[in-house]
């Protein structure tokens, strides 16, 4: 449910305008500054979590992280703050699709899918040297933005919504009661509340590789509680299961990074889309640029 009535009203030095996206934590608008003709987003969280003190606390120290972090694969949190009975983010404004409703209008083969997977893996690789897991990998997280690079134009990739991360040292912080995280997407150690590392974050990228390339999630169920227990408990398929001419060196580094043990996963983003890379590289050119959809099982 969205946070009603906030168009006009100001946090900081930020004037809120139209409600532009909404998620299960908070809602997302478009606001402006006095003085300053940039657009900004401000994700402003829902009500009931300000009444909780150590949510609270996590906020605000994840917010003072958050806004450390300078990556061109990340959007930049410049402020937040506690006001008003509101917490917020300040955020850059990407104008832009998400991966998720790119996926809905278009398919994807191992080269168009390596586009996207290379600046998520850079970014997640930086975040995780500054002790920052993620944590909700999903398509709806990576955002596509067209953007001018000289007198041509590029497709420049954001990851957002660090601001439900976790960060590695802060074991105090987390027994709030909130789950983090979407069935679909979330690692075997994710779902049993156990410690998470960046091997962590690597599964749930694997998983969106997964659907981008197949066009369906690794596993499948209408509860969402034994959706979740089938990446504790449950094979994924093998790609070449449902897509009989699935390439097999690409297989192989899918299925590593879905590994239930973290160790047997990548170690790294970087690991991953390097082993990625070099998978491509072994394909033909037809195989490259082939498309191995076969959709949601029916």
């Known amino acids: 449910m969205a946070v009603q009535s906030l168009e006009g009203l100001i946090l900081g030095e930020y004037t809120i305008g139209k409600c532009i996206g909404e ?13 300053d003709p940039t657009d900004f987003a401000i ?26 972090l300078q990556h061109p694969n990340i959007i930049p949190v410049f ?21 998720y409703d790119l996926m809905q209008k278009r398919r994807f083969s191992p080269i168009s899918a390596w586009q996207i997977l290379n600046p998520v893996a850079k970014a997640l690789d930086y975040a995780h040297s500054r002790n920052v897991i993620h944590r909700d990998i999903k398509p709806g997280n990576i955002l596509i933005e067209v953007v001018k690079d000289g007198q041509a134009t590029k497709n ?4 957002a919504d660090f601001g439900l991360s976790k960060v590695l040292d802060w074991t105090k912080l ?12 979330m690692s075997p150690e994710q779902v049993m509340d156990h410690p998470l590392t960046p091997a962590s974050d690597v599964y749930s990228l694997c998983v969106v590789v997964f659907e981008m390339l197949l066009g369906r999630y690794p596993f499948y169920d209408k509860r969402p509680d034994r959706l979740a227990l089938k990446h504790v408990g449950e094979k994924p398929p093998a790609p070449s299961f449902l897509h009989w001419s699935f390439p097999r060196a ?21 690991e991953f889309s390097t ?17 191995y959809y076969v959709g949601k099982p029916t």
Do not use: C, W
């Not at 998620?23 to 003085?35: E, I, K, L, N, P």
């Not at 420049?156 to 990851?159: C, V, W």
């Not at 987390?174 to 997407?185: D, K």
């Open 156 to 159: 420049q990739i954001y990851l």
């Open 250 to 270: 690409l297989e192989s580094v899918v299925l590593q990074g879905l590994e239930k043990s973290p160790e047997k996963r990548f170690a790294s983003a970087n």
């Open 23 to 35: 998620g299960g934590m908070g809602s997302v608008y478009h606001a402006t500054r006095s003085d």
């Open 275 to 291: 082993a990625y890379a070099n998978a491509v590289r072994s394909l033909t050119p037809e195989e490259r640029e082939a498309e």
């Open 79 to 99: 402020s937040y703050g506690d006001e008003s009975g509101y917490l917020y983010y300040v955020m850059r404004m990407v104008k832009g699709v998400s991966l």
């Open 43 to 68: 994700k402003v969280m829902l009500p009931e979590y300000i009444r909780d003190e150590e949510f609270r606390r996590r906020f605000k120290r994840e917010g003072a992280l958050l806004s450390q």
């Open 174 to 185: 987390t027994q709030t009661g909130i789950s983090v995280g979407t069935p679909e997407y």
